[in-house]
């Protein structure tokens, strides 16, 4: 019996799920599931749920980073009394991080003082996002020292991008010694989105071809083809293609020396272990829905009247339909559905219609009763009946899709 902890360190919060995995060949079973929001606009929150047991929101103190949110999530759940099944720390035997950028591990990886390294070295290429989740890796190899500690990458993912698409026209021996090409992101939520479409279509993942849109505070867009990714909004890091809560996305990159003559100096949330200019600091903290209307919170933006709020809507519009038009091309019109993910791609009802509106030459067509209903199921079809390609969305789940492949890893041993 293992008790797995899947921890999603994201860019404004930290979701934490427990699951029980038996021996036999079926899915993980899940416990408790914990999450902190708000990081990047506190005070932060905390949303708790066992069963019918249900904490919404509440406020917490002295929680500022992803690892205080973690220790405050471990400590929750011990001290559960409804909780059984974990009375100690001791009892969790797996703990799945998702770590964003796994340069070229093209598969999960056991954490190790070896692989620890490996991960450190290539925070340089992602410092916003990996420092945070190996923050967490080393304060769980401390708080559980009973458990296996294993790195999910976003990047795994995107392996299979052929080097067309993931080579930036640049002089090859640096890009080569500099490993500077597009991985790609948001991976594991692309592999439970892929299956869990797949599952719902009653075709094979090797059949099944989508544009996947996962619109969280970080957002991207993916072509897959036949089960595999061919395409990713995101780059080198996830600074890439469609803005998001504080990220511009896709810029000129000479617009930054325009914009600070100090793009190359180190930014002041750079220490000796963390290297950050500024312009990074900018282009991925200072900017998107934060600089362009003051909130983060994209529910918000979408119901405001406020002209700064509707032109942050309309962009990001825009640059999805783009992204869509791009990859409907690149998938030769193949596309089994247009699937909308993420925070924002579930819960964000105004933005689907008019994301779908403006693609209504490509043949989707929304059903706007069911869009405009609060979805719940995995995944559901808010297409209209008739409409020559399917619109979906899928309420995506990256800590379950590790869980569930820790527990495929156990049973083929
Ligand atoms: N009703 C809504 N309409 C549009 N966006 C929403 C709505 N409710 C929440 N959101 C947005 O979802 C985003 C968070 O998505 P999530 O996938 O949880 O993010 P993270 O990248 O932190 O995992 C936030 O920008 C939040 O404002
Ligand atoms: C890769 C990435 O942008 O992740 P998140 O959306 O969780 O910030
Ligand atoms: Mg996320």
Known sequence: MAIILSINSGSSSVKVSIYQSSTQSQPPKQLADAQINGLTAPPAKF??????????????????SNEDACEYILDHLVKDEGLSEIPSRDDITHACHRVVHGGDYPDAHVIDQETYHHLEDLTDLAPLHNSSALAIVKACMKALPKAKNIAYFDTSFHATIPEAIRTYPIEPSIAKKNKLRKYGFHGISYAFIIKSVAEYLKKAESKTSIIALHLGSGASACAIKNGKSLDNSMGLTPLAGLPGATRSGDVDPSLIFHFT????????????????????????????????????????????????????????????????????????????????????????????????????????ELDQQTNNNIIEDVVRNIGQDGARHRTLVCQTDEQFEMARQCAVDLQSK
């Open 47 to 64: 949303t708790y749920e066992r069963g019918t047991e249900r904490v919404k929101n509440q406020e917490v103190k002295d929680v500022s």
């Open 261 to 364: 003559h100090d793009a190359g100096k180190p930014s002041r949330s750079s220490t000796k272990d963390l290297h950050i200019s500024t312009a990074e600091e900018i282009l991925n903290k200072k900017s998107g829905w934060k600089a362009l209307t003051g909130t983060t919170d994209f529910g918000k933006i979408s119901s405001s009247q406020d002209p700064a709020c509707k032109l942050a809507f309309d962009i990001l519009v825009d640059r999805i339909t783009g992204f869509i038009g791009s990859y409907y091309v690149k998938l030769e019109g193949q596309v089994d559905a247009l699937v909308f993910a993420g925070g924002i791609g579930e819960k964000g009802a105004l933005l689907r219609t008019e994301i779908v509106e403006k693609i209504r030459c490509l043949g989707f």
